[in-house]
């Protein structure tokens, strides 16, 4: 069993930053690659960002390419996504995801082993 508790989000002006960040407990935590996904009013949840726990590598959709990155600290189990530049369309809450199954992150919603509550993230324009 993993939980996953986000926090970092809030009201922001476009092109501004923010970090959220992702803490993750229970066991073997390494063996999880972690995803961020983002959820807007009245559309599907999608892929934002990933990070590989087989070698830390990082994959980012296109949306946010440039724009976010994300990191993991394994010393205190927290995932953590940096947003630069932020824009209107990337109002949304954003949830953490936990995948152990997949050899390498799927950036799919489906497979994703478990997930937290989400934080809300808003950018006025």
């Known amino acids: 069993q993993v939980q996953l508790v986000e926090s970092g989000g809030g009201l922001v002006q476009t092109g501004d930053s923010l970090e959220l960040s992702c803490a993750a407990s229970?066991?073997?935590?390494?063996?999880?690659?972690i995803e961020w996904f983002r959820q807007a009013p009245g559309k599907e949840r999608e892929f934002v960002a990933a990070i590989s726990a087989k070698d830390s590598s990082t994959h980012y959709a296109d949306s946010v390419k440039g724009r976010f990155t994300i990191s993991r600290n394994k010393g205190n189990n927290t995932t953590y996504l940096t947003m630069n530049g932020l824009k209107p369309e990337d109002t949304a809450i954003y949830l953490c995801?936990?995948?152990?199954?997949?050899?390498?992150?799927?950036?799919?919603?489906?497979?994703?082993?478990?997930w937290g509550q989400g934080t809300q993230v808003s950018v006025s324009a």
């Open positions: 995801a936990a995948d152990q199954t997949n050899t390498l992150p799927t950036r799919l919603a489906r497979f994703m082993d478990y």
């Open positions: 229970g066991r073997n935590l390494h063996t999880y690659h």
